[in-house]
């Protein structure tokens, strides 16, 4: 795969001085739970431990990203929050394989630089930006956008990462709600990734899960984007397995493969319960965006042994529609 330039803003972004021009730089790296409870749930985009020279983009296979068949890729200009973290890497690197453009909402913009190398900026955009702090969302942000993913996220037990107000109240409510008031009307989907046993929070396992509040802010923020009045589609993840390659470079992510979980299950009403691939996690945000009539549902998701749907998109609106008539 050709790369070219991964463009910054110059350090003194400042978002009342924000131009074209400065919309360059990066936001969420997101965190594991504890060992004890991963057989209950994992909390979205968490961020690793591991050293690595290995590069993220080298996470996907080549069977796993079909660029011929997504709809008006040219036209598309798709804002990642999060893309950072486990699943949100997976979806960067998916969107620079597909040569959709795309724009990451980012904390730290080294982090960008090390993830993905240097893109071209017509295919990749870097802004510095904190969702946790709603003036850091300037409308000069937004200025082309026509999609959103959002993968942010962190750990649901306090942990270091919870450092600097990194919290989920902070993170998966204040954030998304942030994010959410800042968005254009033109905007044309927004994928939010959830998880399962938001709508379960009283319930065991999920009350366990839910000690320190993760699946409740979680939920907030689904509710407030669903009042929002923008398209919308939610994506709630199963304990999420193969990575993270939050270490990793974009090489190292193209590479990536879900192993022998390839096999998609989804459902609705916040039923299922089981693992999921940060790899079928990350082509079902992307698919979402085209398959019209998941605009205002959410789909639990998760993935077993057996051949799945790759990116073919005929599949992947079988599979979301099938979920609708269980």
């Given at each position: 795969m050709a790369t070219t330039n991964?463009?910054?803003?110059?350090?003194?972004?400042?978002?009342?001085?924000?131009?074209?021009?400065?919309?360059?730089?990066?936001?969420?790296?997101?965190?594991?739970l504890p060992s004890s409870f991963s057989s209950f749930f994992l909390v979205r985009n968490e961020a690793s431990?591991?050293?690595?020279?290995?590069?993220?983009?080298?996470?996907?296979?080549?069977?796993?990203?079909?660029?011929?068949?997504?709809?008006?890729s040219s036209s598309k200009l798709v804002l990642v929050v999060g893309g950072t973290g486990g699943v949100g890497q997976l979806v960067v690197a998916s969107l620079i394989k597909r040569n959709i453009r795309s724009?990451?909402?980012?904390?730290?913009?080294?982090?960008?630089?090390?993830?993905?190398?240097?893109?071209?900026?017509?295919?990749?955009q870097v802004v510095k930006g904190d969702t946790r702090n709603a003036e850091d969302l300037h409308p000069s942000m937004f200025e082309g956008v026509t999609h959103v993913i959002c993968c942010t996220g962190t750990t649901a037990f306090p942990s270091k990462r919870w450092s600097e107000e990194?919290?989920?109240?902070?993170?998966?409510?204040?954030?998304?709600?942030?994010?959410?008031?800042?968005?254009?009307?033109?905007?044309?989907?927004?994928?939010?990734?959830?998880?399962?046993?938001?709508?379960?929070?009283?319930?065991?396992?999920?009350?366990?899960?839910?000690?320190?509040?993760?699946?409740?802010?979680?939920?907030?923020?689904?509710?407030?984007?669903?009042?929002?009045?923008?398209?919308?589609?939610?994506?709630?993840?199963?304990?999420?397995?193969?990575?993270?390659?939050?270490?990793y470079d974009l090489n190292t992510l193209l590479k990536a493969t879900a192993g022998e979980r390839r096999a998609v299950v989804i459902g609705q009403g916040d039923k299922l319960v089981g693992e999921v691939s940060r790899l079928v996690v990350a082509e079902a945000c992307i698919q979402a965006l085209d398959i019209e009539f998941t605009q205002g549902k959410a789909y639990e998701i998760n993935s077993v042994k057996g051949d799945g749907p790759g990116s073919d998109p005929q599949q992947w609106r079988e599979l979301f529609k099938a979920a609708e008539s269980k």
């Open positions: 991964l463009s910054f803003a110059p350090p003194s972004y400042s978002r009342f001085a924000a131009t074209n021009s400065q919309i360059r730089n990066p936001l969420f790296t997101c965190l594991p431990s591991l050293s690595s020279s290995i590069t993220p983009v080298q996470a996907f296979t080549e069977e796993a990203v079909d660029t011929s068949d997504l709809a008006s724009r990451l909402l980012l904390r730290d913009l080294d982090k960008a630089t090390k993830l993905f190398g240097k893109q071209d900026e017509n295919s990749l990194n919290t989920p109240e902070k993170v998966d409510w204040e954030g998304v709600k942030n994010l959410i008031s800042a968005l254009p009307s033109s905007v044309k989907r927004v994928v939010l990734v959830s998880s399962v046993g938001v709508t379960k929070s009283n319930e065991l396992p999920w009350s366990i899960m839910n000690l320190f509040g993760v699946l409740k802010y979680k939920k907030m923020g689904e509710d407030f984007l669903r009042d929002s009045g923008l398209p919308f589609t939610i994506i709630r993840p199963g304990r999420l397995t193969d990575g993270p390659y939050t270490s």
